[in-house]
């Protein structure tokens, strides 16, 4: 139905900076909100941040001031800039998505995660 595809995680050391972006393609009719989920290595998985269709957005406390998520409507695309990064932030970065197909079924979807780490 709809594929989300990540990019740009990695190591980068504490204080550093990283961007995420995820794409998503399929039988699009409307994606209303897009976003970022992390989960730790014993930690669940937790929401990020995320933005909505008319460009409100939502920070958890924990990154609110380092962290600063955009999205291309056109492009379907949603990206998640990162800085001042914390051994914290080390996690398992999920893209995530809902909207309509064109049959208008309802989708939620999830990328395949990828990983960032932060040294200390």
């Known amino acids: 139905q709809v594929q989300l595809v990540e990019s740009g995680g990695g190591l980068v050391q504490a204080g550093g900076s990283l961007r995420l972006s995820c794409a998503a393609s399929?039988?699009?009719?409307?994606?209303?909100?897009m976003g970022w989920y992390r989960q730790g290595s014993k930690t669940q998985r937790e929401l990020v941040a995320h933005?909505?269709?008319?460009?409100?957005?939502y920070y958890t406390d924990a990154v609110k001031g380092r962290f600063a998520i955009s999205r291309d409507n056109a492009k379907s695309t949603v990206e998640l800039q990162m800085t001042n990064l914390k051994p914290e932030d080390t996690a398992v970065y999920y893209c995530?998505?809902?909207?309509?197909?064109?049959?208008?079924?309802?989708?939620?979807?999830w990328g395949q995660g990828t990983q960032v780490t932060v040294s200390s």
């Open positions: 933005v909505s269709s008319g460009g409100n957005r």
């Open positions: 995530h998505a809902d909207g309509y197909i064109a049959t208008m079924t309802v989708f939620h979807s």
């Open positions: 399929g039988d699009i009719f409307r994606i209303n909100a």
